[in-house]
């Protein structure tokens, strides 16, 4: 999970530097390439393209696509602190599903965990209190689909091999998107292609080592290495971008680390 969040943010790191492409486009060649990576990969290796649990795999590319669609909802149309606040808490729905998908009880202990890491987070990015109803519903919709999709994963832990749940991710993603993408094109220019390359290296890598986590380890445990993920997006801010942040900001980067070191203590 470590590794899969350090992969996460070199790749939010390559999205940065092409914002001036329309997100959704991204996704789409993110999703091209997972999707014809993880293809090449199964047949060299003689493994059902397709696996198994049919059913489960395809309620876990759904419940990702939901997850990712409504959390670029959120960061398009409400404050990016609070966008980011409200997305964080898909580790804390992770958990809680766990209790009845895969039936891995949570010590209560670690529920002051977790808001301790949320508390983080939020001094860390700050909360706008006067995003709607409605854009607050839809991104913790978001948020309880990715941990949705977290759960099915440990659910497949027997069944199928990590590269064929990360097949059915973009297989289930990439019509949404291409239709966007038609509508919106814009077409990427000199380094774009580089970049866009290596995003979908970035997220292939990423998502091989984040679904091999899910399927090995303790649900709420690995879940919570997810707020680490502010971390190395502030450790590339501030030596990329120039990004600095206050002592209020480091406050809460200490309460986010604090609560990850006790859940996996624990």
Not at 210 to 229: D, E, F, I, P, R
Request: charged share 10%; aromatic share 16%.
């Amino acid at each position: 999970m470590l590794l899969a969040g350090l992969f996460f943010a070199l790749m939010n790191v390559c999205v940065k530097y092409v914002s001036h492409i329309p997100t959704l486009e991204v996704v789409f060649f993110r999703s091209l390439f997972s999707l014809i990576a993880s293809y090449v990969i199964l047949k060299r290796d003689n493994i059902p393209v397709f696996g198994n649990n049919k059913p489960l795999l395809i309620l876990r590319g759904i419940a990702g696509c939901i997850g990712l669609v409504g959390s670029f909802y959120t960061l398009q149309n409400i404050p990016l602190a609070s966008a980011v606040t409200i997305n964080y808490l898909s580790p804390f729905f992770t958990a809680i599903l766990g209790i009845y998908i895969v039936k891995q009880p949570v010590k209560p202990i670690r529920f002051l965990y977790f808001a301790i890491a949320i508390i983080g987070v939020m001094m860390l990015k700050g909360f706008d209190p006067r995003i709607s109803p409605l854009d607050l519903i839809i991104g913790l919709t978001a948020a309880l689909f990715s941990g949705l999709a977290y759960n099915i994963i440990s659910k497949l832990k027997t069944s199928e091999h990590p590269l064929v749940i990360i097949f059915y991710f973009p297989l289930i993603t990439l019509p949404f998107v291409t239709a966007y993408t038609i509508l919106q094109w814009q077409t990427p220019i000199g380094w774009d292609w580089g970049i866009l390359l290596l995003i979908g290296i970035f997220t292939q890598i990423a998502q091989y080592y984040m679904t091999l986590s899910y399927q090995t380890a303790n649900l709420a445990k690995v879940a919570s290495l997810n707020y680490l993920g502010v971390v190395y997006a502030l450790i590339f801010g501030y030596f990329l971008f120039q990004e600095t942040f206050s002592q209020y900001a480091i406050l809460g980067f200490i309460l986010i680390l604090v609560a990850v070191v006790l859940n996996v203590r624990k």
